[in-house]
């Protein structure tokens, strides 16, 4: 009943959660020394025995497992040494009587207050239980019950170690197996006493746990509207993606485009190195031309001064190569148009060889045809231009 009590007690005072208690976890082992005396007086010889007359040393052992925060439980053993003439219970043997226990602990520390993490510096501990007692005196055994409490210390930064100051009540000295624990109990000599009153002072060693303490961890909880809130980020997050992958999915359609795009630049080679070759043509065109008469392939005077100028410049350039392009106006068949285009080139190739000594194999001349490109007016289609071949490489 006291036991439902204190679990009452601490389910309501218990505002947290704490880790899991495995098998081998929040186990203690502990030594105490201390002194009893029995409660009730007695005589003997007509001589009082009992309260504060009869002392005996003790020497005890604990060892114990906290099954929760508040509520846990321990093997005790109590062993009383024969001190005096006067011993406790008037025993003639060295060792006056031993109690072995079962107790159940209660920190009403815990139980009231609730747990914050760790053990406080100072705990306040009840102990209730029942075991066997025998007295070797008389060679008696019998039930007993024990009741206590514990003012602890826990030392030390891990807080593993407990020093504590234990007044107890051992109630129901042997007489019987079966004798009442709860009232007087009588044997030799008429000595009744109902209880022993005895003051210990102890230690207890807390072994490691599996949460790497030696105490119980709270678990981290979190509560719903802190869950809530990490959802909508979660969501938030997963919306932001959806919209990223569109985003990607748009740009690999764009890269893929231009992709395309450069492919296709890529096939047109010819045009380009065509468009290039326009230009370095352009570029290496020289300004003279000599001008022809309708159905003429001969050069004139005027056409002579165009030939001069060319062949000026190509003794100051000796590296220069010139090729001369003759063209014949629209008018007529292509056959005649042909052959009096290549007939205008050879013919000023002649002039600058023959009249101006330039190296024939400096010189190409080709005939274009007929063309409308390079003027509107006929007349102006019916020349021969300069290109130095050097200017292409």
Same mark, same amino acid.
């Given at each position: 009943?006291?036991?439902?009590?204190?679990?009452?007690?601490?389910?309501?005072?218990?505002?947290?959660?704490?880790?899991?208690?495995?098998?081998?976890?929040?186990?203690?082992?502990?030594?105490?020394?201390?002194?009893?005396?029995?409660?009730?007086?007695?005589?003997?010889?007509?001589?009082?025995?009992?309260?504060?007359?009869?002392?005996?040393?003790?020497?005890?052992?604990?060892?114990?497992?906290?099954?929760?925060?508040?509520?846990?439980?321990?093997?005790?053993?109590?062993?009383?040494?024969?001190?005096?003439?006067?011993?406790?219970?008037?025993?003639?043997?060295?060792?006056?009587?031993?109690?072995?226990?079962?107790?159940?602990?209660?920190?009403?520390?815990?139980?009231?207050?609730?747990?914050?993490?760790?053990?406080?510096?100072?705990?306040?501990?009840?102990?209730?239980?029942?075991?066997?007692?025998?007295?070797?005196?008389?060679?008696?055994?019998?039930?007993?019950?024990?009741?206590?409490?514990?003012?602890?210390?826990?030392?030390?930064?891990?807080?593993?170690?407990?020093?504590?100051?234990?007044?107890?009540?051992?109630?129901?000295?042997?007489?019987?197996?079966?004798?009442?624990?709860?009232?007087?109990?009588?044997?030799?000599?008429?000595?009744?006493?109902?209880?022993?009153?005895?003051?210990?002072?102890?230690?207890?060693?807390?072994?490691?746990?599996?949460?790497?303490?030696?105490?119980? !961890? /709270?678990?981290?909880? &979190?509560?719903? @509207? %802190?869950?809530? #809130?990490?959802?909508? +980020?979660?969501?938030?997050?997963?919306?932001?993606?959806?919209?990223?992958?569109?985003?990607?999915?748009?740009?690999?359609?764009?890269?893929?485009?231009?992709?395309?795009?450069?492919?296709?630049?890529?096939?047109?080679?010819?045009?380009?190195?065509?468009?290039?070759?326009?230009?370095?043509?352009?570029?290496?065109?020289?300004?003279?031309?000599?001008?022809?008469?309708?159905?003429?392939?001969?050069?004139?005077?005027?056409?002579?001064?165009?030939?001069?100028?060319?062949?000026?410049?190509?003794?100051?350039?000796?590296?220069?190569?010139?090729?001369?392009?003759?063209?014949?106006?629209?008018?007529?068949?292509?056959?005649?148009?042909?052959?009096?285009?290549?007939?205008?080139?050879?013919?000023?190739?002649?002039?600058?060889?023959?009249?101006? !000594? /330039?190296?024939?194999? &400096?010189?190409? @001349? %080709?005939?274009? #045809?007929?063309?409308? +490109?390079?003027?509107?007016?006929?007349?102006?289609?019916?020349?021969?231009?300069?290109?130095?071949?050097?200017?292409?490489?």
């Amino acid at each position: 009943m006291c036991a439902a009590a204190m679990l009452t007690v601490s389910a309501s005072a218990q505002k947290t959660t704490i880790t899991s208690n495995k098998a081998g976890d929040n186990w203690y082992i502990g030594a105490n020394v201390g002194i009893g005396t029995p409660i009730s007086t007695f005589k003997v010889n007509n001589e009082d025995w009992g309260r504060l007359k009869g002392f005996a040393p003790k020497l005890g052992v604990r060892v114990g497992k906290n099954l929760t925060t508040v509520f846990g439980l321990a093997l005790d053993a109590d062993l009383y040494i024969e001190s005096t003439e006067k011993s406790m219970m008037k025993q003639k043997t060295f060792v006056d009587a031993i109690n072995v226990d079962i107790l159940g602990t209660f920190n009403l520390s815990n139980a009231f207050a609730g747990y914050k993490g760790e053990p406080r510096a100072f705990e306040v501990i009840g102990l209730i239980g029942g075991g066997y007692s025998r007295t070797f005196g008389e060679k008696s055994t019998g039930l007993n019950a024990k009741a206590g409490l514990d003012f602890a210390f826990n030392l030390g930064a891990a807080k593993n170690v407990q020093l504590y100051i234990e007044p107890a009540l051992v109630f129901g000295q042997p007489k019987s197996v079966w004798a009442n624990p709860f009232r007087k109990v009588a044997f030799g000599n008429e000595k009744k006493f109902n209880a022993l009153a005895q003051v210990s002072v102890g230690l207890n060693y807390k072994f490691g746990n599996s949460n790497g303490s030696s105490n119980f !961890k /709270i678990e981290q909880l &979190r509560d719903q @509207a %802190e869950i809530d #809130g990490l959802n909508a +980020k979660i969501n938030e997050l997963r919306a932001d993606n959806k919209a990223k992958d569109g985003k990607i999915a748009a740009d690999g359609r764009t890269i893929a485009d231009l992709k395309a795009q450069l492919a296709a630049c890529q096939a047109r080679p010819a045009q380009t190195i065509i468009e290039e070759r326009i230009i370095k043509e352009v570029n290496s065109t020289l300004q003279p031309i000599v001008i022809f008469g309708q159905g003429k392939t001969t050069v004139d005077a005027a056409g002579m001064a165009s030939c001069e100028m060319v062949a000026k410049y190509m003794k100051n350039h000796p590296e220069s190569k010139v090729k001369i392009l003759g063209y014949a106006s629209p008018e007529g068949s292509k056959e005649v148009n042909d052959r009096i285009a290549k007939q205008r080139a050879e013919s000023v190739k002649n002039v600058l060889v023959k009249k101006y !000594k /330039i190296a024939a194999d &400096r010189l190409e @001349a %080709e005939g274009q #045809g007929a063309t409308d +490109k390079l003027s509107s007016e006929n007349d102006f289609n019916r020349v021969a231009k300069f290109i130095d071949l050097s200017l292409l490489k």
